[in-house]
């Protein structure tokens, strides 16, 4: 038996968040806070702006942060990845990570980092992942209700989590979801 690298985005995601997370680890957190967080207010003049708005999904606060995070990516990712290839896979990743990276810059007061928006983006897809054309599943709703739900709630509390990277990657999921449902053929039933 060999292993098999089987989903090539969620793994080397995985694998390079891992060691961005050993680094942030040997520099007491600078490395992450330089480079993989978004601030509010920050320069949309800058270049280095726009790599932090795309790599603030690799950087954590900390190891149980991440493997909180990636423990989900590893768990929904590979299914969605292989029912909608590599390519589409990471472009939905950096979709979500630049939208959620400029509205948090644009609209919201907090720093933003880690991979929760992008978690909330797969759960919101792989909810989607069977619908067809002009349908809405139920379980899409109860994922909306019940995981979107919480986030609106908990963002009246002032925890220092982002719930608006959660939100918005809800969101992205979900749109994508749709987008890629209006392309499926109708499925015969018999």
């Not at 619908?131 to 925890?159: A, Y």
């Not at 939100?167 to 039933?189: D, M, N, R, Y």
Request: hydrophobic residues 50%; charged residues 10%.
């Amino acid at each position: 038996m060999k292993i098999d690298y089987n989903a090539p985005v969620i793994l080397s995601y995985t694998l390079v968040a891992i060691i961005v997370m050993a680094i942030s680890s040997m520099t007491g957190g600078v490395s992450t806070f330089q480079f993989f967080t978004v601030e509010p207010g920050m320069s949309l003049l800058s270049i280095g702006t726009y790599f932090r708005v795309f790599s603030h999904v690799i950087g954590h606060a900390n190891w149980g942060h991440l493997a909180g995070n990636f423990s989900l990516i590893l768990l929904i990712g590979p299914l969605l990845e292989e029912k909608y290839g590599s390519v589409l896979m990471l472009t939905m990743i950096l979709v979500t990570a630049f939208v959620t990276g400029i509205l948090n810059i644009m609209v919201f007061s907090t720093g933003l980092y880690g991979a929760s928006g992008i978690v909330f983006m797969l759960i919101l897809l792989s909810s989607l992942s069977n619908v067809r054309s002009g349908h809405i599943p139920l379980t899409f709703i109860l994922v909306v209700v019940l995981f979107l739900g919480k986030e609106v709630v908990n963002s009246f509390r002032p925890d220092g989590i982002s719930q608006s990277a959660h939100i918005i990657g809800g969101i992205c999921g979900s749109i994508f979801g749709f987008l890629k449902s209006e392309k499926q053929p109708e499925a015969v039933e018999e």
